[in-house]
């Protein structure tokens, strides 16, 4: 009792600065008791004696395996207070990238909670398109992106320098798809399986929005590198006289897309997984991805055969991909502990879905993407708690 009078009595005084012995310990506690109940003295002291003999006798009667329990507790507490987490980060500033929408934030959150729970700080995240951040990684003006798609993205990894310059690190969101899809309605109907049967123009005006007599292909935004593949697409099938590539806002785009779809029209859109749209359209259900005739993508995604484009035995067109971290060399090499947290991080793809389905929905300020990424840390905490051990450890033995 003495010692527990002691250390609030210590508290007190730290807040008060210097205090006099008289205001210290236990029998500075008494005294100020004293003051404030306006109790004599013999009154205080046989408050405490009564106390301490009624604590003394609880003790003695409580089982020894109680005991060792309070015990061992304490001595938790203690070593806990004294050996704080080492912090391989401390003091490393951190410079972070994502694309340009929204959506990858969520992602980027939960990256960057972990790297602070191992003592980094991390810098005001910049967003940049897809051939810009692939530079700044490069060059080292970022740290890292999280939106790198391995095979989409080949290109830009190649491009600035490759293995000499940035590392493609775990597997954030394993095994996405792209593709097209069309209304299964009108699939139905004119028995439309395929891309090249929009060669024809009369299937072709079955998605003609604006009456100019070519279909209507909402597709990807402009910089995200899905649009080369697009444009490559529509002049190796020979679709250039039929369809219209449609680029801009891609969620402006498909909020049309959706109207149309409720309206019972016809619809044609690029798609691909993690994405919004696949939690409000479902493939199989409400949509259908179309195949393509054969496989063929531009150079410098490098060499692609039908097997990596296709899923349950549909060719799509595009192929089965992963989003990794892609990470600038010298940082790297000074922060092992980092390296390893990029290397365990992983999410799955209706997690991912689901989420971005609530930003559609209008949860869409950075404190309410903050708050689904902190849900999700939460919902998975022992997960999320042993990735982030793990990294530390890397750090430790590495002696960063």
Known sequence: MAIILDRITQAVSKAENQSSWQQRGPIGFILSVLKLLKLPLPSAVAIVLVSSLVGLLIWQQMPPRIKQLINANQFLETKESIEE????????IVRPGTGMSQYPIFRARIIDTGLEKLGY?????????VPNIHIAVSNGDLDFNISHWEKLHEGFFVKNGGKDKFQR?????SNTIQGYQIDQKTAKEYNITNLQQLKDPEI?????????GK???????????CELAIEHHLDTYGLRNTVEHVQGDYSALMADTLARYRQGKPVLFYNWTPNWVGSVLKPDQDVLWLKVPFTSLPK???KLTEQDTSVDGINLGFPVDNIRILVNNKFLEANPAAKRWFELVNISIEDVNKQQKLVHDGEDSLEEIYAHAQEWIEENQELFDSWVEEAREAGKVAGN
């Open 169 to 173: 690190l775990g597997t954030l969101v």
């Open 204 to 212: 072709a005006k079955l998605f003609d929005s604006d009456r100019d």
């Open 85 to 92: 987490k080492f912090m391989p980060g401390e003091g490393v």
């Open 121 to 129: 700080s991390i810098k005001t995240r910049k967003q940049l398109n």
């Open 215 to 225: 279909a209507n292909l909402i597709g990807c935004i402009p910089g995200w590198s």
């Open 300 to 302: 410098q995604m490098g």
